[in-house]
């Protein structure tokens, strides 16, 4: 098992950058995929990146594709989410979330997630 804590979050102007992280706690963090999901009111929890165990292999969403960069470092136990040129539109709760095995567009594969951090974005 493993316990995700999410940190980072914040307000930004739009065009601004910010870099989210997740400190994972337990066992064998480098075996499990580890992705971002974001949640804004009133919608539902959306795949924004996703990583695989090694690092070598990386997803994005379409919406934030060339915006975002999602890295990992095993020895921390950690997952970081850089994000630029933020927009309102990407405002919303960010979660971390991590898999056994496999990367996946659906929040529903994932088994682990954080608790979330607001990413605020003004205009």
């Known amino acids: 098992q493993v316990q995700l804590v999410e940190s980072g979050g914040g307000t930004v102007q739009a065009g601004g950058s910010l870099r989210l992280s997740c400190a994972a706690s337990g066992r064998a963090f480098s075996y499990y995929s580890m992705g971002w999901f974001r949640q804004a009111p009133g919608k539902g929890r959306e795949f924004v990146a996703a990583?695989?165990?090694?690092?070598?292999?990386?997803y994005y969403a379409d919406s934030v594709q060339g915006r975002s960069t999602i890295n990992r470092d095993n020895a921390k136990n950690t997952v970081y989410l850089q994000m630029s040129s933020l927009r309102p539109e990407d405002a919303a709760v960010y979660y971390c979330?991590?898999?056994?095995?496999?990367?996946?567009?659906?929040?529903?594969?994932?088994?682990?997630w954080g608790q979330g951090t607001q990413v605020t974005v003004s205009s």
């Open positions: 979330a991590a898999a056994v095995s496999g990367v996946y567009y659906s929040p529903d594969r994932w088994s682990y």
């Open positions: 990583i695989n165990w090694s690092g070598e292999n990386t």
